[in-house]
C-alpha cells in the first residue's frame, strides 16, 4: 500500500510539473492577449532581438503632396539600419521623419485616409492622424533639407522593445507649405512597415 501511495504520489508530481512546463511554454510562442502584465507582453516582444530580419514599405503621398518612395529596414539583434529613399519633397526646408506605432502592440498602425480630416480644412494634419498612426516611437533623426527635394537617407539605431514589432508601425515623413506657411509637422507621406521575403534578406 505504501509502494502505490508513493507512486501516486509520483505521478502526480510529474504531472504537476509538465502542466507548469507546458504552460509557461505556450505562454512565450503565443502570448495571450488579454494578459496584464505587461512584462509578459515585453518579454515575447523581445524575441526579436534575437532574429535578423529584413523589412519595406512603399511610402505614398498625403495631403496632396506628391511625395512619394521607398523604405528598407534591417534588423539585427536590437540594431535597426533604416533607408529612406524619397522623392517630391518641399526643397530646402527640414523635413522630419518618425516611426509611428502604438504601444498596445495588438493594435496596428496604418496610414489615415483624407476621412481623418476632422476639422473639415482638407488636410490630416498631425493630431488628425494619430488615432490610425499612433505616436512617435523613433525619431529617424539627423532630418534632412531636402536640398533637391529628394532624399537618400540612412541610419543606424539602437532600438528598444517598445518599438518592436516592426510589422505594426508606419513610417511619416512630414513638412510642406500651406497658403504661404510651411507647415514642419505636418504629414506629406506614409509607409506602411511589411516583412520582406518572410524577413530573410
Not at 482638407?122 to 527635394?149: H, N
Not at 528598444?160 to 516592426?166: F, M
Request: charged share 15%.
Amino acid at each position: 500500500m505504501k509502494r502505490i501511495i508513493q507512486k501516486t504520489t509520483g505521478f502526480l508530481a510529474a504531472a504537476a510539473m509538465l502542466f507548469s512546463f507546458t504552460a509557461c511554454e505556450q505562454t512565450e510562442v503565443t502570448p495571450d492577449a488579454s494578459l496584464e502584465a505587461s512584462n509578459a507582453q515585453n518579454a515575447h516582444r523581445s524575441k526579436s532581438y534575437n532574429l535578423n530580419k529584413t523589412y519595406t514599405a512603399e511610402i505614398k503621398a498625403l495631403n496632396g503632396s506628391g511625395v512619394m518612395g521607398t523604405a528598407t529596414l534591417m534588423l539585427e539583434g536590437n540594431m535597426l539600419t533604416v533607408n529612406i529613399m524619397a522623392s517630391g519633397l518641399e526643397a530646402g526646408m527640414l523635413h522630419v521623419q518618425h516611426i509611428h506605432g502604438f504601444m498596445d502592440k495588438n493594435k496596428n498602425a496604418v496610414c489615415p485616409p483624407m476621412s481623418a480630416d476632422t476639422n473639415g480644412n482638407g488636410l490630416v494634419e498631425l493630431g488628425e492622424g494619430l488615432p490610425f498612426y499612433g505616436p512617435i516611437l523613433l525619431d529617424l533623426a539627423p532630418f534632412s533639407t531636402a536640398p533637391d527635394g529628394s532624399i537618400n537617407y540612412t541610419q543606424t539605431f539602437q532600438v528598444s522593445a517598445g518599438v518592436l514589432p516592426l510589422q505594426n508601425n508606419v513610417i511619416v515623413l512630414h513638412g510642406m507649405t500651406v497658403d504661404g506657411v510651411y507647415w514642419p509637422s505636418l504629414p506629406v507621406a506614409c509607409g506602411e512597415i511589411k516583412v520582406m521575403n518572410n524577413g530573410n534578406r
